[in-house]
């Protein structure tokens, strides 16, 4: 059923964990099958020096939030910005049709991270 | 590979296949046919629907052959509801209320979508009984929701998720006593879809006061694609397949040889065994329930208070999901079945547990365990084992509340 990236991603998910610190923190749940992510953040200087996640769900919904902070940890908030649930579907070798609702869920986990990173500089 | 899906299906039993096999090879002629070949195959399902009548202690009259538990089902429902509701429009019952069909949310979906496309045709009234918080439809839940109108009730055996026993010999005398009250034109019908019970239980129309039964071959290590609708005499029925007169017009189609002498073959061999089997599945199940209770915490048992067919256990692990957890013990070897949303392909949880009043997060986290014959103490261990690996990895990625 699922892609030897999913299954490796499950097996051995990358940055799974919580952090110390983090500059920012969010948490997103999606009622339709119960998925909860949540992903912390250590920015420095416009760039994401760390990334961690923690997910309550199925296999992919594990994957995508582990490819996800792979994919972002190390790089600009600009570069950051410009992943979304098609890039993150295709790194992962592709996710069945029923389950593609986990890259959008993983998406909007760092969307709403980055968001109240934004919302807060501004404040300040 | 350590199968713990025996719910879901079992593996054909050696003997059974030995049997079925002259008629995918040698013996291929259709039953209806008035040559040797095709005699040959009559006699063959003829003397599987014999055995299949003295298992039930019945009449082979009363034995109608389908294509599984599902097309029993149908068969059942179907077949009852559209011959009473033709038998009310010729009697011209004008003033008759529409007729009562009373089911429960907790059957087979082959029978609760059944029940739905009856009710939405518009010529039946249907009610859904809730269960109790450990997952049995009571007889007096069933009390209060009989009224002049119910003509059918159907309540399953045993429930396939939490394998909790329904108390349906209870519930049959009850409907027995309202029929004995009644005119025998406006009595109610009562089906049990036993296809979870019949390795386990007493199966038997009259110990089970039903009406009518389904069963299906594949759940007791016989072949898939073969059933039995198990009726009393005269029960009332409109066909379901309609073509030739194959089982007196009610499953028309040329039969499935092969699978229905498997079905005789496998429902002869539980005769004089079911205690023993029962036995063996108890002792493995509640050892498994034991072991898990000991070395992972935070697990609830569902239906754990009331009786259970004996190798069903249906486990929810808080703050693990399901289908995680039953990817993680399929790349171990072991081979179980979850009620979480995101296994399923209308990603809900099993509605089973839902309707049971499980909550929906907890529900996510159910598996289903099923024990069966080929299973001992070594397998359970190592599920114990790679459970605990898994439920620990996986409560460990989960955020906390």
Redesign the interface.
Known sequence: M?SEKI?NH??N?KN?GKMENPTVKA?VGNK???????VTLKIKDGVITDAKF??????P??ATCSIMTQMIKGEKLKEARKINPEKIDKSLGGLPE?KKHCANLAFETLEKALNKHKQGSEKS | MIYLDHSATTPLDRQVLDEMRPYFEKKYGNPSSKHQLGEEAEKAIEKSRQRVADFFNTKKDNVTFTAGGSQANNLALRGLTTKIAKDNSSANNKDEKKPHLITSQIEHSSVLNTAKLIEENGQWVVSYLEPSKNGLITAESLRSEIKDSTRVVSLMLANNETGAIQPISQIGKLIEEINKKRDSKDRIYFHTDAVQAIEYLDCRLDHLKTGMLSLSAHKFYGPKGAGALITQDNTPLSPLISGGSQEQGLIAGTENVPALVGLGKAIESINGKRKKISKQAKKLRNYFENQLQKKIKDIEINSKSVSRLPGSSNVLFL?A????IL?SLD?AGIAVSTG????S?N?K?SRVLLAMGVP??KA?SAIRFSFGKGNNKKQVDKTVRELKKIVLKLR?????E
Do not use: H, T, W
Request: with cysteine; glycine share 6%.
């Open positions: 699922y299954i499950f097996k998910p799974m948490r339709i099958c119960g998925d909860v992510m949540e923690q997910a309550f769900g199925c296999a919904a594990i029923v | 703050n999901e399901g289908e995680a990817l790349m979480s949303a995101c296994a392909k990603l949880p929906p997060e996510q460990r990625i989960s955020p906390e």
